[in-house]
T-cell receptor, first 113, second 113 residues
Framework: GAVVSQHPSRVICKSGTSVKIECRSLDFQATTMFWYRQFPKQSLMLMATSNEGSKATYEQGVEKDKFLINHASLTLSTLTVTSAHPEDSSFYIC?????????FGPGTRLLVL | AQTVTQSQPEMSVQEAETVTLSCTYDTSESNYYLFWYKQPPSRQMILVIRQEAYKQQNATENRFSVNFQKAAKSFSLKISDSQLGDTAMYFCAFMVTGNQFYFGTGTSLTVIP
């Protein structure tokens, strides 16, 4: 099946710094990618829809200035957590695919100290 | 609005036995897809089985099968001959063509030796 990669797999940063997470579709093109957030022992919650060549669409309650999304090419979307705080510590997962299914990246574990 | 409900937060099963995980959903859409994903401690989302709503035949994948009842909006997962490696969190998910996933709250399954 298709492969979606994420980098880094885990990151630890200090409060107030910014962190960039990359999501790549390795063997297919994706005009749309999705970003999810998952807290321990909870389900995946959609944060935003990343659209190639246009602005991302954010879910209600997600701060677009806090979570910057850039989808500059058909194989790469980036999520930047700006001025990260301890409450931003979480597991972030991206997905990409087609009209009938989605492929999930392995996730990025973010810890903000 | 699309919703997915998993009413069993935790379940356990003896090794080699059979277990059924429940899932119900609500949608007004006529074309959609249903999925069961497994999330082990690594937190990688692993596709277990997929069902197209327009197909009446229940999907099967080796030891995994579903009971899809479209009128009742029910999509349960049966795991036969349970193995220790089946221990994981299981998420039921729903997707309208080309759109994002909607996830249930998950069922934590433990296979007991």
């Amino acid at each position: 099946g298709a492969v979606v990669s994420q980098h880094p797999s885990r990151v630890i940063c200090k409060s107030g710094t910014s962190v960039k997470i990359e999501c790549r579709s390795l063997d297919f093109q994706a005009t749309t990618m999705f970003w999810y957030r998952q807290f321990p022992k909870q389900s995946l919650m959609l944060m935003a829809t990343s659209n190639e060549g246009s602005k991302a669409t954010y879910e209600q309650g997600v701060e677009k200035d806090k979570f910057l999304i850039n989808h500059a090419s058909l194989t790469l979307s980036t999520l930047t957590v700006t001025s990260a705080h301890p409450e931003d510590s979480s597991f972030y997962i991206c997905s990409a695919g087609g009209p009938e299914t989605q492929y999930f990246g392995p996730g990025t574990r973010l810890l903000v100290l | 609005a699309q919703t997915v409900t998993q009413s069993q937060p935790e379940m356990s099963v003896q090794e080699a036995e059979t277990v059924t995980l429940s899932c119900t959903y609500d949608t007004s859409e006529s074309n959609y897809y249903l999925f069961w994903y497994k999330q082990p401690p690594s937190r990688q989302m692993i596709l277990v089985i997929r069902q197209e709503a327009y197909k009446q035949q229940n999907a099967t994948e080796n030891r995994f099968s579903v009971n899809f009842q479209k009128a009742a909006k029910s999509f349960s997962l049966k795991i036969s001959d349970s193995q220790l490696g089946d221990t994981a969190m299981y998420f039921c998910a729903f997707m309208v063509t080309g759109n994002q996933f909607y996830f249930g709250t998950g069922t934590s399954l433990t296979v007991i030796p």
